[in-house]
């Protein structure tokens, strides 16, 4: 008494992994840059708007784009003195007078990226 095996192996194998992987990809993308809009705090929107996600050949990139602060909302600041760019002195609506450079307190971490990214999300 024997047993016969036959091992058919579909030689669409490899791609039928890579969509698979890409679809996941992609779904898990989404639920990173939802999670991300969703916690980031919103002044503008400019920061929210410049939230994405892509796939590109198996690899999951979400970020910011074209918002240079996003890392001090994520990180926060310490305090550091502000000078004028362009100008010789700086003024704002309320001023006494104008002056030639603040000390700023520093800006509190409010995280948006990292609980996103660190989210326990199960099964997708």
Partial sequence: MGADYRVVVNAGWQGWVRNSVTRYLHKLGREIQSDMERMA??????LRAGMYHEVNRGELRVGVR???YWSTVEFGSGPHIITPNTKKALSWPGARHPVNRVMHPGTPAQPFMRPALYKHRGRL
Avoid: M, Q
Wanted: hydrophobic share 20%.
């Fill in 41 to 46: 705090p919103v002044r503008s929107g400019r």
């Fill in 66 to 68: 074209d918002v240079p």
